[in-house]
Antibody, heavy 115, light 107 residues
Framework: EVQLQESGPGLVKPSQSLSLTCSVT????????WGWIRKFPGNKMEWMGY???????SYNPSLKSRISITRDTSKNQFFLQLNSVTTEDTATYYC?????????WGQGVMVTVSS | DVVLTQSPATLSVTPGERISLSCRAS??????LHWYQQKPNESPRLLIK???QSISGIPSRFSGSGSGTDFTLSINGVELEDLSIYYC?????????FGAGTKLELK
């Protein structure tokens, strides 16, 4: 069974970078696509981007040049970096396996942006 | 971006009744429309993919229909455990987008 688990700091200061790790077990990240989704207070959901089995990436244009998704195939992990965060980036961040839908999700990590 | 409009925002339900939730897309998404359930303090769970395809392990009371711009998630015989937020999501074009959700609450 595919399992995903997010990890990373729960508090980030404005203007700094948010960095999260998604550890995957039960499936190789060199297969399929692997994405990041966030849920804002108030329940709005946003797809942020994905990294593919080959390492190619696709990002939500709303995040412009602030986002980067990378991976470490030796550890079966992929990563999210979001630069220049503001309070508007306060959300619960999920990693998930994806096609054009999201079938397996991590438990989520709540990240607050505050000084 | 494709905008998904879900209605109603909140639905008060009685256990046992059949209900329908709506999701309308701002442009055609063919059948690339998927439904999720999210209970408090849990991750979203995929309920229906490609508008009407069932998912292993999901109770048969959940069903989906529609194509193009109008979609429906039906629950035939609501149970207390179904009190959650339901989201639709389109996978037809990037960026993938979600509806704002419909919250089921107890009447």
């Amino acid at each position: 069974e595919v399992q995903l688990q997010e990890s990373g700091p729960g508090l980030v200061k404005p203007s700094q970078s948010l960095s999260l790790t998604c550890s995957v077990t039960g499936y190789s990240i060199t297969s399929n696509y692997w994405g990041w989704i966030r849920k804002f207070p108030g329940n709005k959901m946003e797809w942020m981007g994905y990294i593919s089995y080959s390492g190619s990436t696709s990002y939500n244009p709303s995040l412009k040049s602030r986002i980067s998704i990378t991976r470490d195939t030796s550890k079966n992990q992929f990563f999210l970096q979001l630069n220049s965060v503001t309070t508007e980036d306060t959300a619960t961040y999920y990693c998930a396996s994806q096609w054009d839908y999201f079938d397996y999700w991590g438990q989520g990590v709540m990240v607050t942006v505050s000084s | 971006d494709v905008v998904l409009t879900q209605s109603p925002a909140t639905l008060s339900v009685t256990p046992g009744e059949r209900i329908s939730l709506s999701c309308r897309a701002s442009e055609s998404v063919d059948t690339y429309l998927h439904w999720y359930q999210q209970k408090p303090n849990e991750s979203p769970r995929l309920l229906i993919k490609y508008a009407s395809q069932s998912i292993s392990g999901i109770p048969s009371r959940f069903s989906g229909s529609g194509s193009g711009t109008d979609f429906t998630l039906s629950i035939n015989g609501v149970e207390l455990e179904d009190l959650s937020i339901y989201y639709c999501q389109q996978g037809n074009s990037l960026p993938y987008t979600f509806g704002a959700g419909t919250k089921l609450e107890l009447k």
